[in-house]
Structures are given as C-alpha cells and as structure tokens.
C-alpha cells in the first residue's frame, strides 16, 4: 500500500463537492487515490492547507470551486482565483512541479467533469511518480495548531 | 507651427487650384507647410481593394519619411489620403500588421507620427485665435453648403474626426468667415468616390443627390475638402445635369478658396479660374471684380 | 480526552458491496480518542438512529462521526438525533464513504482504504469541533420599499396585507413610476389609468403605510432584521400639511419649463404636480426652474396661497427608520437618443420615442389623445415605428434586448390604426420577440385586423426635408432597400437602467451588473432576492420587464418579505467567523474581502492589560461563513466556526500512512 | 441549396482570418442594406454578402456584382451594431475574386484597380495622363472621358509630364517585396 498515490482535494460545498457527490450518484467510476477535505468554499482556502498537504506527503492537490460567476458567495472564488496563481509560482519556485497541482472549477452539475479530472491528475500524478522530493523542499510550514500525530493523544 | 506637408496625387495635377490654395491659406495663418521631400501615391481605394498590405506599406513609408522633416505632424488636403494614412496608423497597433510592414519597409514604423487633415489644423488655429480678424471680405450674401463626404469622417473609430452623423469643423469655418451655413441632408453622403472611372453611372445619381439636396436646401455653392469629392462633383457637373435633366450650376470650391476669398486673396491666387462650374457669379455678388 | 463514536453505514449493499465496512469500524475502532466504533446496515432508518442514540448514552460519547452519505444528504437527519440526545449538534461529522467512495470505486481493497482514511480524517475533524448555537437575531417588522412605480405599490400593498407596516421612498413628487405615463396597455388593452390609479390610492391611504415621496435614500446600515435607513426628503418648498391643493399658485406662476412627465411635449410651472391624477396632489417647486431660487424676485405663488403653504426657507429633512427587510423597486430610464445621430436626434421634431407617443396617446395627455405631428400638429398620415433603437446594439448601445419593444411597438402601431383609420403603420423590426401569455396572438392581429406592414431590417438613417420626414430602411426579407416618406417615426428607445442606480447599489450593498442593473441571487433558483440577506427586488430594476412580470416580482418580493417578518426572530446556523481580538492589528484586510460587508469596526479593551484598541469584529447576522476573510488575515486572528484552522489542519494531518512516513524519518 | 454540399466549409473562417473580422457575428439586421448609397445597383445587398459569406456558398459571393460596386465608403460600418468593419469583408472578398479568377461581374472596377496599382508601381505617384490612357484601353471605353481634357488641359488640371521622384528604384523594390510577403 505504501506505493499508493495519495491525492488531497479540497472542495467547496456548494459547487465541487456537490460535483463529486453527483458523479456518485451517477455511478461514474474513477480512481480512488483522492481523499476530499471539505471547506464553504474556495475563497476559504489558505495557501498554507495546500503546502501542509505536500508536507504531509500528498502527490498532488486539487483544487475545486464554483465556476467564476457562479460562487454561492458572491466573489470568494475570484479571491481564490487570484490567490491560486500566486500559489502555481510558488509551487514552481520552491520546486514542486505544476503539475502536481490542479485548479478546477467544477459545478455541482458536472460530475462527469470531476470524474475526469480525477483520472487526469492521476494519470498525471502517475507518470510523475510518487512526491518523494518533499522532504528536501517542502519548507517548513506551520499552521496555527499544534502539529497533530498519530499514536496517542 | 510646421507641419510636414503631404500633398497627395491630385494635388500635383487635377487639383492644382487646391494646393495653391492651401499654400496660400498656410501662409495666411502661418503654418508652415514642409513638402515630405519624394513623397510617393498612398495608394488609395485601389490598394486596399487589391493587396492590404501595400496599402499600409505606402502610407507607412511617407510616414516614415516625414519624420525626417522634424514637425509637429503630417498635414494632408485630401480626404482620401488623409484616411489612408490614418488607417496605417491605426492598422500599427496590431503587431503583425506591423511586423509585415517592417518587412516590405525594411524598418519599423510604429504608427505614432500624428496625421492631420487642414481642417482640422485649421480649426485648432480658430480655437486659439479669432479667424475673424483676418476677414476682409463679407461673405454675408453667399449661402455654403459644407460637403464633408466619407473619408474625413468613416471609420469614426480610425479617423477619430468629428461627429461622424453631423460634422461641425466646416460648418463653424463657414460661419467665421461670415457667410451662412446651408443646413442640408447630405453632407456626410458618398458622392461615389473611386467609382469615378468604372461607375461613372453610379457617380452620377450619389453625386447628383448631393447636389440637388445642397440646391433645394438654398446653396449658392458646395465646399469640399477632398480633390475626388471635387472632381465628382465639379468636373462630372455637366454629365449629372443630363442625367438629371435639370440645371444645377452649383459652383464647388474648396474649403481653403472660400477662406482665401474671404481673407482677400484675388482669385488668381486661389486657383478659382480652375473650375469646370465657373464661381464668378458668386463672385461678382461679393464685390470680386473678375 | 474525546470519546467519539464511529458508525459505518452499509446502505443496503450500496456501500458494503463494496466497502469492506467491518473492517472500517474495525479500524476506527483502533483510532486515538475513538470510544466505540461499529456498522449497521440502515443508520438512517429507525433502528439504526436508536443505536446512535443508545450508544451516545451508553458510552459518553463526546462527538460522533457517521460513515455514510454525503454530509449534503443526512447530515440534518444525524445532527437533529444528536440534538435530541442533548449533544450539540455541531459535534457530528459525516464521512461521504457511498458517494464519494462505494459508488465511484471498484476496488474493494482500495474502496476500502480510502473508506478508513476518510473516517480517520473526519474523526480528527471532528475532535476540534466545538459546540455551536444557533445565532438568534431580533427584527423589526416593518418593510422599507424604494421606489413607487407599479412595483413598489404591488409590493407595499401586499406587504401590509399581512399586517407589516410599509415605509415607502419615491425620489419624484408622486408615486406611479412608468406606468402612469401609459395609455393603453398590452396584451389586453386596458387602461393604464384606470387600473394604477386605484392602487395608488388604497396604498397612500393605508394606515400602515408611511410614504416619503420627493425624497431619496441617503445612508443604509445594519443587517437582515435590523436595518437603519436615513431618508432625505428634500424641501418642496411647500408646507404639506398646509397645503389644500387649490392649484392656485400653479395657474399663476410665470415660470415655464417643459414636462419631464409629458417627455417635453408640453410645459409644466416651477410649482407644479407632474400630473392630474398625482399622489399626493400637491405641489413641490422645482428649486431650478422658479425665478425665486435663481433671480431672487417673484414669490407670486406665495403671494397668491390662501393656505400660506409656501416656505422658501424650507430645508432637506433627514428622517430615520428602522426596518427589518427593503424591496428595491427603483425601474428603468430610456437611453439617450443622442446617441443616434443617424436618426437626427434633437434636430427632427417628428421623430420621437415610445413614451412620448404613450403621452400623445393619453386622454389626459399633452394633446388629449390625439395622435399629431409635434412640427405642425397635423395629423400624421403615415407612421414609422422602429424597434431596437439603442437594444442589441454592441457598437453604440447596449448589447441586451429591451424585452418589452417588439409588444409596445405592436401597440402603439394599434392605437394608431384605430385612431387614424386610413393611417399608414410601418414597423421595422429585426426579430419580433412576443414570448409572454397572449403576446404573439397580439402581434398577429396587429397584422391581420389592423393590416400593420412589418419591414425585416433596422433603420440606416432618418432625415427631414419640407416637412417630410425621409427614413431609409430595408427589408432583409425581400433583399430590398426602403425608403419611407412618413409624417411621423417613433423610436422603440432602449431601456437601461434607472440613473443613480449604481449609487443606490452601493449605498445597499447589493450587487449590480454592467448595465447597472441590480443582480439576484440566482437567475432561476432565486430571482427575488440579493445575496445581501433582507433585500429583494421587483420589476424593472433588476432587468427590463414588462407589466405582468414587474407585478409577479413584486408579489414574490413581498412574500418574501412577509416570509421574513413572520418570525420574531431570524435563526441562522452558527457557522461564522469570528476575531480573536488580541491578535487583530486591526489591518481590515477582512473588511475588503468579505462580499457581505460583515466586518465591522469596535473598539475593544483587553481584560488583562485594560488597554483599548481598534479591533475588527464580524457581524454573525451578516457573516455567511464562506471563510474569504481567513487567508488574507496575516495574524490569523479570525477563524470559522464549523471549519476552524484547526479542524481543517486536523484533517490534514490524519492522513495515517503519511504521518506515519513523517514519524520514520 | 443543400447546406452540406457548399461549395467551401472552411470560407467562412478563411475570410474571418484574413478580414480580421467575425463575420459570425452579423444578425442580419440589415442597416448596412439600409443605408448603403450603391445599394440599389447592387446584385446582393450588403447583408446578403455576409450572410453567404456565413453560409460558406463562395461561388455564389466571389462572383457577385456586389464586391466591385461597393465604394468603400465606411457608411455600412459605421452604423453596424455588430462593430463588424464591411468593408474589411469586401476587400477580402474583392482579392479572393481576382485571385482565383472569378470572372468579375464589373469588369471596369478591377481593370481599374489594376491600372492604378499598374501606374503606381511604375512612377511612385499617379500619373493621371497615363493612367487613364492604360485605364481606357483595358477597359475598351477609349474615348471615355475625352471630352474633359481640353478643359483640363487648359486650366492645367492635366500634367502631361509623368511624376518625377528620386528613389524610384528604392520604391520598386518595396512593392516587390510587399508581393513576395503577400504570396507566402
Ligand atoms: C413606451 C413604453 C410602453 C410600455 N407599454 C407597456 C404595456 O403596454 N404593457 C406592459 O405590460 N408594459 C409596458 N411598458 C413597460 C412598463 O412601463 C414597465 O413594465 C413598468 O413600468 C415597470 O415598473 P417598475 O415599477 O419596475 O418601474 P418604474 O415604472 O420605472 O417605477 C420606478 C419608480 O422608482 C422611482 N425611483 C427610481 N430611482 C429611485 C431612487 N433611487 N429612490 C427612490 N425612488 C426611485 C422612480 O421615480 C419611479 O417612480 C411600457 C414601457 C414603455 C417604455
Ligand atoms: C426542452 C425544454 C428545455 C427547457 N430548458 C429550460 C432551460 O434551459 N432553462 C429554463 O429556465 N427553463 C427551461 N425549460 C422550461 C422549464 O422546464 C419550465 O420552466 C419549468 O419546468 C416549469 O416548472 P413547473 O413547476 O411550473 O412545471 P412542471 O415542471 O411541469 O411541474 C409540474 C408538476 O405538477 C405535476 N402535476 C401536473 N398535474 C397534476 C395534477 N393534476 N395533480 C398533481 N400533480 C400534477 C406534474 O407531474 C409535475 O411534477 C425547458 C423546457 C423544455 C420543454
Ligand atoms: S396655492 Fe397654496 S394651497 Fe393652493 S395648491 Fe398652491 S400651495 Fe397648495
Ligand atoms: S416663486 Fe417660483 S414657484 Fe412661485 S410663482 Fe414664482 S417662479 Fe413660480
Ligand atoms: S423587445 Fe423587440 S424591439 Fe425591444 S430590443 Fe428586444 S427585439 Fe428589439
Ligand atoms: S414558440 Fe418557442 S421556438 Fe417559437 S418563437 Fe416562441 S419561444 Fe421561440
Ligand atoms: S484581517 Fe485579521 S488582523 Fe486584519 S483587521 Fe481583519 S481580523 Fe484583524
Ligand atoms: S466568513 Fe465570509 S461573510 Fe463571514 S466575515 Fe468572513 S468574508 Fe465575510
Ligand atoms: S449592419 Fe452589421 S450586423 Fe447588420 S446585417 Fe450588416 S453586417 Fe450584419
Ligand atoms: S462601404 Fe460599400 S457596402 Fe458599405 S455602404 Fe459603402 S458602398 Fe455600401
């Protein structure tokens, strides 16, 4: 199991995840290697959750919003439009390659979209091979909470 | 103020009166006019029609040259020039249209020389000085019909002249130099251009429109500020009125003529004598011994 | 220490055919701070919540995540159970094991796999989850409605109808809007008049209805529930309460300008009513026009009032109120005709536009309905209409249809057939757009009963000569160009949005788009509202609409409305942000981020130093909780219930192998 | 007609290239018909053109009298709500006429175009004595315009003496490579 590609996508609720939802009610099948976070909304997701992903070991990060227009809120995804481009540079200059991260705008409509975003990343994902160079690059990020481990409390 | 002066084909030969008469308003109103030294054609309809980009090659190589003479611009009398040379400025701003013309010239042209009809150089003179001083002669009696046609005022977004449905710059001229404005339906018509030669036909009924409209509106004559409007309208005068089956006799002058009359330039010195549609009635009734 | 319960669904076979989900709870079971974790085949039947609820008693439970479907199914279902249990309910999680598992995966290895990671990551979730409670907020029962046009009034009257008091704001001295201005109406060719007159009466006589014409809204705060509304009257120089409306001061006034109600076809006095039937009926002076205000001599009309109603010193009044919910109800302008100068715009006095030949065909009027040429009053004996002037035009105009044109356009050649019976009627259209109830079999018998001559093309140019009015038009249909020598045109002007709606926009905090329309929430899903909770809108000034669609909104707006105000409380889910105060540097960072204007300024004094600061606080009636102000927030010193930091982190961090990776190095 | 047989599926988007304007767009409302001055001499109106350049019929387009009537005269696009430059379409049109030897429905219109260009390329400027002595011989009106001459002639409105301008060569060579680029 250790080989598994493992895939952190952050949803927003009122579009992405409805999205995923959808493909699953539709029965769309797709590969298994993301496991989904959700938040409100795009607007809501701070860079560093994306580089606390890539420190925990994730392959790759996806992300999902509302189309542009669309957020149930009003403007949160083009908050987190702009935000997201900012994050691609910053991913190039410390190393991670682009392509181990994914923006989509997903609507609660389009499970059929999600589906195949899935594929693609991994397909993508897979062909990169798994993240190993994270531990030399990833710097040291911090959240705001006391870091987390297993075993006990 | 100078000006590179870029006087166009017909300037050099149908429409002599018309250069003369620039040279002469020119001097009245102190801009000095540089000729572009071995300027050559714009290339007119006929280039747009056929190769776009020797159209713009053209205009860009006079350009280009009139940077050389060191001004604040390039002044040009004919409409049709001035349009073309407009139009390569504008084309400029698209890179590859650039690139292309940088190819055919063998240097680049960026577009940026400022292009300026007389009118229009002459109205920012009215807009500083009062025209009316320089006025001798009382132009009351004498009714102008301004007769802008297409290419002073189309594309609006390209030649950027004046209100393309109700151009203003000759009427305001008319009304300075003191005679009255005939308010009429066509002055921003197509008199037919550049189917002078191949659709004489066609000339006739757009330019025959014109007239008549400017006529029945009360016009003792037509002013134009473009040798092929002149030529359509004066020079095919005679045809039109066969076609027509009426008398028009409606003298058509130049913007800068009626200028020179009314600053007391003789009518030699203006060319006047050119005309096919003699204007010495209409001189006559101004006190202009002919 | 958390004691959280896990229960796995098996959803039938939906997840365990394949979800190995024995061995989901057998590895929750495992997991730090998990006090008993175990499957059943229906959670959300009744067997499977008595378990829950068994459980949550029997073992202590602090928390509960349920592995099962979306958190967008049963999420309501699990949190109400635990409710009823007295746990909060904002202590269950739900982990999506069929939706975003079973049904999308083949595998039962790796199906199963992400199964347990999932319930691993929402079980660390859910032990940073707090209790939460529900945010209560009071509101005043009392609507604000802007605007009096046949929107407005609809909305108002159906507002107090539930006994909810109405304050209404009109900027012009009468209620009525547009559709005072209107003769006959489409598709049924009732009377304008006749059926708004009586509505504007029975509203400006409700005894809950409170109505400030001739005023404007200069400052709007607070929230849904709760809003505080500065209304400025501006002085009509005349005394209300004083004034009879004997109309004496209106016959004897010297001073003439044209009429904004008559579109400029006839005059109206600097102390004037805009029309007959105008609520309330009494007069304002235009400070503008009257030779008082702009020479210093006259005062004829206060020389004149028996009432002694004149008051030149009269000055704005600010009036403040307090409403719980605002219907915007502002409508529509027409675009500037200038410009078309193709058209001879302000220089042929034959052409004019569709409201103006609304005026002439008015029984009350400037002409007393009958149809002539403004040049020389004669009667026009052929009419061209032309449609899309200023609509669908991407070049000069705007890009949009006008939606209401194609139909008044029909009418108006209507009436005028029927008042000139040997009256020629052109129409040029480009497409004729009749898509409401009635509509097209309008149109129809404007062709067939009235013989109304369509021509397919716009209009090139419009001049004039001895009187004749020369329009060159073509027909796109026959490939043919036309020309018309009409006595009068009429211009089907664009409809825009109503001037100062940008700045009322701003000033409510609602949404408008390019064209200065004020935005729904949703197109299809939510038509009536704005995303600014407690707003709504009706009619034209959300986009242009005709009669029947202005008045639907506006009943659907004031449901809302009354739907609103039902409550003595709003109720809203807890899941806001909120500001950790001692780590605010008070950089408002948030203010300009949040769509919802929810940041607000305080001040704020530290308990332990008693030093004051200016801090930022979020209003939990306004905060929707889409968490925008958290990543710009350098200190961090905001977080969202329900979605902290924390709980996100939490999440993160769970993913079991990686840590375990992390652990190795 | 029968759509799906046009004579060329990709003439739509060949003229959309060259022209640099969406003919797509045009919604047929016919102002350019409306107030186009040639109009009603013309075979197609203005609209129609656009519409059969849509329609990718360009036997039908390339061979119309249309093309060779317009006089360029901005009317049509400076109304146009869909900001589409006709003339632009036209003058696309009028190349791909000659070009692929479309037999022109006015023959005048390119024997002059030719004779200009012809003219220009020789003397750099428009010598009008030889131009129109070319124009008339090519276009078989050999006495068109005969009778203005002696008039022009004696108020000097006709140089008989062809242009005379240094860098002529330089010129030439200009135009030369202006076809070379058009070519490629
Ligand atoms: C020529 C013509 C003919 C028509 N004929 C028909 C027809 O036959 N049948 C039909 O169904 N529809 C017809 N209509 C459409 C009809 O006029 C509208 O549907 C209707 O008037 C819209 O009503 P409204 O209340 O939304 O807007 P309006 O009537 O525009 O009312 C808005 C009101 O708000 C006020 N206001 C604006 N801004 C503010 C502010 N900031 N503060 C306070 N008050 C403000 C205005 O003064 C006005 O009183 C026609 C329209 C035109 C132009
Ligand atoms: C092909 C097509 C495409 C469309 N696309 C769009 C689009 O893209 N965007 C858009 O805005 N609109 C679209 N529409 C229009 C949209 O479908 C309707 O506006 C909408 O569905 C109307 O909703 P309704 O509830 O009024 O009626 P319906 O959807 O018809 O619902 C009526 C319900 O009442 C039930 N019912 C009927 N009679 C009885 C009875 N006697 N007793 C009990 N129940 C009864 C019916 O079973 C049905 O469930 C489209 C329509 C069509 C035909
Ligand atoms: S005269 Fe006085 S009472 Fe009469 S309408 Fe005028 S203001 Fe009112
Ligand atoms: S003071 Fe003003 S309003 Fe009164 S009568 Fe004179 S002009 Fe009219
Ligand atoms: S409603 Fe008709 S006239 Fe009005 S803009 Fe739309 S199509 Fe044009
Ligand atoms: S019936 Fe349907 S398709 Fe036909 S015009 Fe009406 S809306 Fe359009
Ligand atoms: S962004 Fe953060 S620090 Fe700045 S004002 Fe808002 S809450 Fe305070
Ligand atoms: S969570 Fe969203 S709505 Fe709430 S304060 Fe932050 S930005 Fe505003
Ligand atoms: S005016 Fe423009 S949009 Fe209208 S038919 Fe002509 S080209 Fe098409
Ligand atoms: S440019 Fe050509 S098509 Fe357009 S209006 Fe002028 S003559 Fe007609």
Sequence with gaps: MSDRLRIVGFLCNWCSYAGADLAGTTRLKHRAEVRIVRVPCSGRIDPVFILKAYERGADAVIVGGCHPGDCHYVSGNLNARRRFLVIRKLLEFIGIEPDRFEVTWCSAAEGEKWAKVVNEVCDRVEALGPFEAYKAITPPVRGPVKEVTTGEE | MKYAFYPGCSLESSASEYRISTEAIASALDIELVEIPNWICCGSTPAHMSHELLSLTLPAYNLVLAMNVGTEGVAVSCASCYNRLKQANHAMQDPIKRGKVAEALGEIYDGTVPVKHMLEIVSEIG???????????????????????CLLVRPPDVTNFDDPEDPQIMDRLVEVLGAQVVKYNFKVECCGAALAFPQVEIVKKLSGQILLDAKESGADIVIVACPLCHSNLDLRQRDIEKYLGIDLEIPVLYFTQLMGLAFGLSPRELGLEKHLISPDSVLKRIGIKV | MARIGVFVCWCGSNIASTVDVKAVAKAAASFPGVAHATDYKYMCSDPGQNLIRETIESEHLTGLVVAACSPRMHEPTFRRLALETGMNPYLVEMANIREHCSWVHEDKGEATAKAIETVRMLVEKVKRNSPLEEIRVPVTKKALVIGGGVAGIQAGLDIVTAGIPVIMVERSPSIGGHMAQLDETFPTLDCSQCILTPKMVELSQHRLVTLHTFSEIDEVSGFVGNFKVKIRKKARTV????????????????????????????????????????????????RSSCIWFTKGRCGVCKKLCPAEAIDFEEKDVIVEEQVGAIVVATGYDLID???????????????????????????????????????????????????????????????????????????????????????????????????????????????????????????????????????????????????????????????????????????????????????????????????????????????????????????????????????????????????????????????????????????????????????????????????????????????????????IYGEINALSDLVKVIHDE | MVHNKISSPSFLEEVEAESGEKVRICYQCGKCSAGCPVGYAMDLLPNQVMRLVQLGLKDEVLSCATIWLCASCETCATRCPREIEIVKVMDVLRRRSSAEGYPSAVREVPIFVNSFIGNLKRFGRLYEAAFVGTYNILSGHLTKDFDKVPAMLSKHKLSLLPPRIKGISRIREIIKRVEEIEKK
């Design chain 2, 127 to 149: 807009a500083k000085r009062n025209l009316k001083d320089l006025v001798r002669v009382d132009l009351s009696d004498i009714k102008v019909a301004p007769y802008y046609g």
């Design chain 3, 239 to 286: 005394d209300h309460d004083k004034c009879t409306g004997c109309g004496i001061c209106m016959e004897k006034c010297p001073a003439k300008v044209s009429s904004e109600f008559d579109r400029g076809l006839s005059d109206r006095k600097a102390i004037y009513v805009p029309f007959p039937q105008a609520i309330p009926n009494k007069p304002v002076i235009d």
């Design chain 3, 337 to 647: 005709r200038g410009l078309y100068g193709e058209y001879g715009h302000g220089k042929i006095k034959d052409v004019i536009d569709g409201l103006q030949f609304e005026r002439m065909l008015s029984a009350s009027g400037p002409t007393g309905g009958k149809i002539v040429r403004p040049s020389d009053g004669a009667t026009p004996k052929t009419v061209v209409f032309v449609q899309c002037v200023g609509s669908r035009d991407d070049s000069k105009g705007i890009p949009y249809c006008s939606r209401i044109c194609c139909m008044y356009t029909a009418k108006h050649a209507m009436l005028y057939k029927h008042r000139v019976k040997d009256g020629k009627a052109y129409i040029f259209y480009i497409d004729v757009r009749a898509g409401g109830k009635g509509y097209e079999e309008f149109v129809k018998r404007a062709v067939d009963e009235d013989r109304v001559v369509y021509l397919r093309g716009r209009v090139s140019r419009i001049f004039e000569k001895n009187g004749t009015v020369f329009v060159k038009g073509s027909d796109t249909l026959s490939g043919q160009q036309v020309e018309i020598r009409a006595d009068l045109v009429v211009l089907a002007t664009a409809v825009t949005s109503s001037h100062g709606s940008r700045e009322l926009a701003q000033r409510l905090r609602i949404g408008f788009d390019q064209y200065g329309f004020f935005t729904e929430a949703h197109p299809k899903l939510r038509p009536v509202e704005t995303t600014t909770p407690g707003i709504y809108l009706a009619g034209a000034c959300q986009a242009p609409k005709d009669i029947p669609d202005t008045v639907s909104q506006a009943s659907a707006a004031a449901s809302k409305v009354i739907g609103l105000l039902s409550s003595d409380e709003l109720i809203r889910e807890p899941l806001v942000a909120r500001v950790d105060e001692k780590v605010c540097i008070a950089c408002f960072m948030c203010e300009s981020t949040c769509p919802y204007g929810a940041i607000e300024h305080v001040t704020w004094k530290d308990p332990e130093t008693r030093k004051e600061k200016e801090v930022a606080r979020v209003n939990p009636g306004i905060c929707e909780g889409c968490g925008a102000c958290l990543p710009v927030c350098r200190p961090k010193a905001l977080d969202l219930m329900g979605f902290s930091d924390e709980q």
